[in-house]
């Protein structure tokens, strides 16, 4: 079989067939598309075609290839964290315009936010918080890829920052509310990085609720949420005492990210 046939048979998407059948054989994109005419061996077909049923099957391509790009970085991925999205990337864009001389990352996942942030601001001292030990170990991974000096550690939340404050902290917590019907897309990623009770704002009132004594005079919080919570996000930083809460959107106009300054 060659390198063409194998990827008109496979009936997915033309992109993604590519990546699969570059990660089956550990070859390279551009390779496959200079040789299409390439044979295939017998391992190397029988590993892109499990790959291609799961991917049929709805498992996301990131976990597939372990990869998956996130503000000009490449990070691993595996199902033990939240897979990056872009439009969390509004939360590193705002973090990147405030002062980032000291930063917390609360529910860091694979890292996403805390190695953008420090990759654009080497000076800062920043610290990513998981609750998640599989998933501190790929945020490791994929610090020590970029060799960015993040310090981890695992706890839930504010608990782990052990009474130090900040002139920063973002958070991408779970939103989504039990029972959303969206979950069935979602069925391959940790419940824990996504559902947040009844609502989806049990992990963003705890949150806010410990900011205060964790953020230097001035400081900022910093949070995504899910369409429609902007509202009700705010109400909860001004019930904390922080000031200037304010909402941006992102790039489709959606509420995205909310936040305020002590």
């Not at 063409?4 to 070859?27: F, N, P, T, V, W």
């Not at 595996?78 to 990337?89: D, F, K, N, Q, S």
């Not at 990513?128 to 970029?146: F, G, I, K, P, Q």
């Not at 009132?205 to 902007?230: C, F, K, M, T, Y």
Request: hydrophobic fraction near 50%; glycine fraction near 8%; aromatic fraction near 6%.
């Amino acid at each position: 079989m060659t390198v063409d046939h194998a990827l008109r048979a496979s009936a997915i998407d033309a992109r993604e067939a590519r990546l699969l059948l570059a990660h089956a054989l550990q070859a390279s994109e551009a390779a496959l598309l200079a040789f299409p005419e390439k044979e295939i061996s017998v391992p190397g077909a029988a590993a892109f075609g499990e790959l291609v049923q799961r991917r049929r099957a709805g498992e996301p391509l990131a976990y597939l290839i372990g990869e998956k790009e996130f503000y000009g970085l490449a990070l691993f991925v595996t199902p033990a964290v939240l897979i990056p999205r872009p439009e969390t990337e509004l939360l590193v864009e705002l973090a990147l315009e405030r002062n980032c001389s000291s930063l917390a990352d609360l529910g860091t996942g694979s890292g996403a936010i805390a190695l953008a942030i420090q990759r654009h601001r080497p000076g800062a001292s920043v610290v990513a918080v998981d609750a998640s030990a599989a998933a501190l170990e790929v945020a490791r991974r994929n610090a020590a890829r970029y060799a960015l000096p993040i310090e981890f550690r695992l706890g839930n939340w504010l608990e782990a920052l052990q009474g130090q404050a900040f002139s920063l902290l973002v958070a991408n917590p779970p939103y989504v509310a039990a029972g959303d019907p969206h979950l069935g897309e979602l069925a391959f990623e940790p419940p824990a990085a996504l559902v947040s009770g009844p609502d989806g704002l049990a992990a963003i009132r705890e949150i806010v609720a410990a900011a205060p004594a964790h953020l230097l005079p001035g400081g900022w919080l910093l949070l995504e949420h899910g369409i429609g919570q902007d509202a009700a996000v705010r109400r909860l930083l001004q019930g904390a005492g922080l000031e200037e809460a304010h909402t941006w959107p992102d790039l489709a106009g959606i509420p995205r990210v909310s936040g305020a300054r002590r």
